[in-house]
């Protein structure tokens, strides 16, 4: 068995050296589709982390009339809570409002003397509600159409985040479909490279292969080593794009992170964590790419 | 039982084309164990195709071929190949040794195949390469032997697995006439000690050397 792998490896690495130029136009043929493959992975990635963080922004404020006692707004308040779509719903009396108002406004002296002149807390008791979904707020909002409520409400605010995440969602399916048809493409030529590069190093054995298969050998000793051979081409092709990758990870990042300003987006964080998951996925995909490629170059040059 | 047994054997090349060719025609023939045959034919004969079917690197496309009691038209490829790594060896008239290996590897390789420990190997074809003569040119490279040195090397490889049957198309091919005689010679040894052996040749006077003489003639057996 040692031997077997011994043998197999020496045989990869002189068919590697053999057609050196080639090798390497292999290997840069799958560094690309690696490195556009990731690419669109991590706008994916992007997009959802951003998208996730602006419904997280999301929910329905609901400020009553002045005259709305406590009571009345507990009511609607537990109403409220009853819905399934509901995730929270948070009760703001109007002395908590007013308090928060201070805090907000503390370093505004004219905002706060106007406060304290008026004789009554101008603000009013608030409900903020939070959907499990980012499609049920149309049904939430409709519940507060409700005349019994709505004779209550004084306004509703229901944030304009829903069109960042529209455009957000549209211009990261719009980038996903492109790089999908560039990484199709880049699939393609790779596994037209390496099955052309495994085909030319059959090529250059076939008399070699036509000797071990008079001698004896099995298809298996004689298909090993080219499906080695192809496989060493993804292991150094993942090494050379991780290589790339994540250096230009760490200049790309922050730029994210400026462009997505107040939301929860570290790509350095997430690469990091997911390294082993990023590489073996990587890998996995090279490996059935070039494995699949080099299989067809065999099965079609190595009969007897 | 005879060691070969075949019977109305037929071979056509692109059946059911424009391009049909039979290239044997209702070949029937017994090899017994310890035989030394010649199978004689001008070019196109069908002797090389006989000796190809005979060590199974081709299929019959009718009739029957029964090797050592097997038939071998039942047979998969995995089979295939398992008889021929270990019940025939074979000898080519260009030699076909890999030019980049001393001979003593290229004796060993049959037994590489057949999963023996490296030293085992070693011993084996130094012992060979010994008994084809060759025991003081087992470093020398393909490159640096003579013609007949080379197809002795091949004998030797071909031996190396003890095989039940010795395949020799044209082994004599590519020598002078000197370096033939003794590669027959070697043969001839070989065949006294019990190797079955089944020669292709065209040469009448190496022809000579095997004990019964087949004469093929568009692919069918005339004498």
């Known amino acids: ?304 | 039982m005879p060691l070969i047994e075949i019977k109305n054997l037929n071979k056509i090349y692109n059946q059911g084309k424009e391009n049909e060719f039979q290239a044997l025609a209702g070949i029937s023939l017994t090899i017994d164990k310890g035989d030394f045959i010649a199978i004689m034919g001008v070019s196109g004969s069908g002797k090389s195709t006989l000796m190809n079917v005979i060590g199974c690197l081709d299929q019959p496309t009718s009739g029957l071929y029964m090797f050592d009691g097997e038939e071998i038209d039942k047979l998969n490829q995995r089979e295939l190949v398992k008889i021929r790594r270990n019940k025939i060896g074979f000898i080519f008239q260009n030699f076909n040794l890999l030019p980049r290996m001393p001979a003593v590897k290229n004796v060993e390789l049959p037994l590489v195949y057949k999963g023996i420990r490296p030293k085992a190997r070693r011993d084996r074809a130094k012992k060979m390469l010994e008994l084809v003569g060759l025991g003081d040119k087992v470093r020398h490279k393909p490159n640096m032997l003579s013609g007949g040195e080379l197809q002795r090397v091949a004998i030797a490889r071909a031996l190396t697995n003890e095989p039940m049957v010795l395949l020799a198309d044209e082994p004599t091919g590519n020598l002078d006439s000197q370096s033939g005689f003794q590669v027959m010679e070697v043969l001839k040894g070989l065949n006294k000690k019990g190797t079955t052996i089944i020669l292709v040749t065209h040469d009448l006077a190496i022809a000579k050397y095997a004990n019964r003489l087949i004469n093929i003639q568009d692919g069918k057996i005339v004498n």
Do not use: C
Not at chain 1, 276 to 298: E, H, K, M
């Open chain 1, 1 to 304: 068995m040692f031997l077997f792998l011994y043998r197999t490896i020496k045989f990869a690495v002189q068919g590697f050296f053999r057609n050196f130029w080639l090798s390497l136009v292999t290997i840069i043929i799958l560094v690309l589709t690696i490195f556009s493959i990731t690419v669109v992975a991590g706008i994916n990635v992007v997009a959802e982390q951003a998208i996730e963080s602006v419904q997280d922004k999301i929910d329905v404020s609901i400020y009553f009339k002045p005259g709305v006692s406590e009571e009345e707004v507990i009511n609607v308040r537990d109403r409220l809570q009853e819905l399934s779509l509901v995730e929270s719903v948070l009760y703001v009396s109007k002395s908590e409002a007013l308090e928060k108002f201070r805090v907000q406004h503390q370093d505004d002296q004219i905002i706060l003397d106007s406060i304290d002149q008026l004789e009554e807390n101008p603000l009013s008791a608030t409900i903020v509600v939070k959907a499990n979904n980012l499609d049920d707020y149309p049904t939430i909002l409709a519940v507060l159409e409700n005349p019994e409520i709505d004779a209550l409400v004084l306004d509703k605010n229901f944030d304009d985040n829903k069109l960042v995440i529209s455009r957000l969602s549209d211009l990261s399916d719009k980038i996903k479909r492109v790089g999908i048809i560039i990484s199709s493409i880049f699939v393609v030529i790779a596994i037209l490279i390496v099955f052309n590069t495994i085909r030319i190093n059959i090529y250059t054995h076939r008399e070699e292969i036509a000797i071990m298969k008079l001698v004896g050998s099995s298809n298996w000793f004689v298909r090993v080593p080219f499906i080695f051979e192809s496989i060493m081409y993804a292991i150094i092709a993942v090494i050379i794009s991780v290589a790339i990758l994540y250096p230009l990870l760490g200049l790309v990042a922050p730029q994210v992170s400026n462009f997505f300003d107040g939301y929860n987006l570290d790509l350095i964080e997430y690469a990091s964590s997911n390294f082993l998951r990023i590489v073996g996925l990587q890998f996995a995909f090279a490996v059935i790419l070039s494995v699949l490629s080099s299989s067809l170059a065999i099965g079609r040059y190595t009969r007897v």
